[in-house]
């Protein structure tokens, strides 16, 4: 009797605190990916970069100095989405082409659906880029309540057209309403729209994969304005983009906090590859650009702001891949994730304690598409990276505002056919030298084995690329005019 009445008071104490956990309401989570912004063009990476908004949320926040994305669009998305790695889902090779009959594998769960068994409210609005030639790859069929956007890989920021085929749907209709409107803004309003009508007891998961900053260059004239010291006229429009986006992820969180939801919300914001420097996005000091496994085609500008932080204005130097988003999102709304088969690792102890992350390696990419490259490979574990093959075109380091024509001078093709060192095996330690100057594949060739045996290990999961040819029946002639899904 005397020892039961001991432990009453902590009994008491841990029931109360098991209440307070199962009644916790989960956060509403908001997940920004900018689209081909680089290293170098946000403005807590680079202060000639005029993006107030951006900064404010990462500098109140943690930001991420070992993020990786894939080298392209895709095959991050489907990172993202799905907690795998693109070569294990046969979406390694390049991106989704407008008439591939290609999409996401669809046995794989996507974090929309895992989050609505979560109760929460699931919408996107922006780029989807995970196929959309059979109505099950489209994005309201794969876990998401609603979407608003366009289902290819770019389109023009006026007119919501590309090759010849407008692509902008409201859920699953075609919306012609924006009327010549900046599409930025146009995302912007719909979210405003969202928002307001959005039940704050019920936890909102918020996909927005902008357009901006990706091809084709194009912002309003009073945000290319801002920037008149840069010489290049594809640089100033490129930062306008930039800054312009920058406004609407402001306004986004004004919003949030009219509706009295800023306190109980987490933001996540990625690029979701390296800034494509033939088109003046930029990575410096980092190596290479979008399309290439070094570096600057991979290391994220990334922050977490909000939400379940326990300190803010700092950067976290843990290792982290865009397959731990699945998780570590999953994680942060209070769920447990289940399939142990996917490559993600949850993320979220380990950035709200600041502690040490519990991924020590990753897979870049791995694709033996590219003849005559002999593979498009690259691995890291602890503080080495090792490349095989081609690491892809815009191999140098490249300063902001200049031109870099891909077509001829210093990103030829053709230059780098001439390389000596094209196809080859190449080692840096990423740690002490993460602008890759110092090749060690001779100095290391213990190391080298090493993980060319943990390479080898990772090929035996490998799925090969499903890149067809392009199929006339997705023709947008063949539906009056517009991108349309149902081809396949």
């Given at each position: 009797m005397?020892?039961?009445?001991?432990?009453?008071?902590?009994?008491?104490?841990?029931?109360?605190?098991?209440?307070?956990?199962?009644t916790a309401k989960s956060p509403h989570i908001v997940f920004i990916v900018a689209d081909d912004l680089g290293w170098n063009d946000v403005g807590f990476n680079n202060p000639d970069?005029?993006?107030?908004?951006?900064?404010?949320?990462?500098?109140?926040?943690?930001?991420?100095?070992?993020?990786?994305?894939?080298?392209?669009c895709t095959p991050s998305r489907n990172a993202f989405m799905s907690g795998y790695y693109p070569f294990r889902s046969g979406l390694q090779h390049g991106v989704i082409l407008p008439q591939q009959a290609v999409c996401a594998p669809l046995n794989r769960t996507f974090l929309p659906q895992e989050l609505k068994k979560l109760g929460y409210a699931t919408h996107a609005a922006g780029k989807w880029h995970l196929g959309f030639c059979n109505w099950n790859c489209t994005p309201t069929y794969r876990g998401f309540d609603s979407f608003?956007?366009?289902?290819?890989?770019?389109?023009?920021?006026?007119?919501?057209?590309?090759?010849?085929?407008?692509?902008?749907?409201?859920?699953?209709?075609?919306?012609?309403?924006q009327n010549g409107t900046y599409s930025t803004f146009v995302y912007q309003e719909h979210v405003r729209q969202l928002i307001a009508s959005h039940d704050p007891a019920t936890p909102l998961f918020l996909y927005l994969p902008l357009q901006s900053v990706h091809i084709p260059l194009q912002a309003p004239k009073e945000y290319t304005d801002m920037y008149p010291n840069l010489k290049t006229e594809g640089r100033r429009t490129f930062s306008g983009m930039v800054t312009a986006m920058d406004d609407v992820i402001g306004n986004l969180t004004s919003f949030i906090k009219d509706r009295g939801m800023y306190s109980d919300t987490l933001f996540i914001f990625t690029a979701d590859n390296g800034g494509w420097t033939q088109f003046y996005g930029n990575n410096y000091?980092?190596?290479?650009?979008?399309?290439?496994?070094?570096?600057?085609?991979?290391?994220?500008?990334?922050?977490?702001?909000?939400?379940?932080l326990k300190t803010a204005g700092v950067r976290y130097d843990g290792m982290m891949h865009a397959v731990d988003w699945f998780p570590t999102i999953i994680t942060a709304a209070g769920g447990v994730v289940k399939n142990k088969d996917i490559d993600g690792v949850s993320m979220w102890d380990a950035i709200t304690s600041m502690g040490p992350s519990p991924r020590t390696g990753f897979v870049y990419n791995l694709d033996d598409m590219n003849p005559p490259f002999e593979g498009h490979a690259a691995i890291r574990e602890g503080d080495y990276k090792l490349i095989?093959?081609?690491?892809?075109?815009?191999?140098?380091?490249?300063?902001?505002?200049?031109?870099?024509d891909g077509q001829d001078g210093e990103l030829s093709l053709a230059k780098e056919l001439e390389a000596p060192d094209l196809i080859t095996t190449r080692l840096?330690?990423?740690?002490?030298?993460?602008?890759?100057?110092?090749?060690l594949v001779e100095q290391l060739p213990d190391v080298v084995a090493k993980l060319e045996r943990r390479m080898a290990g990772y090929m035996k999961q490998y799925v090969k690329p499903d890149f067809p040819a392009n199929d006339p029946d997705g023709s947008p002639s063949n539906y009056g005019g517009s991108w349309t899904p149902g081809w396949c």
């Open positions: 005397g020892q039961a009445k001991g432990l009453c008071p902590l009994f008491v104490l841990f029931t109360l605190a098991s209440v307070r956990l199962s970069m005029i993006t107030p908004n951006i900064n404010k949320m990462a500098e109140g926040g943690i930001i991420l100095n070992q993020s990786y994305v894939q080298p392209v608003f956007g366009y289902y290819n890989g770019q389109e023009d920021y006026y007119h919501y057209d590309v090759l010849n085929g407008y692509d902008f749907r409201n859920n699953t209709a075609l919306y012609t309403t000091p980092l190596r290479g650009g979008k399309v290439t496994i070094w570096e600057g085609g991979t290391r994220a500008a990334a922050f977490v702001h909000g939400w379940g095989k093959g081609w690491p892809g075109m815009y191999s140098d380091w490249y300063p902001p505002d200049k031109e870099y840096y330690n990423i740690k002490d030298d993460p602008t890759e100057h110092v090749d």
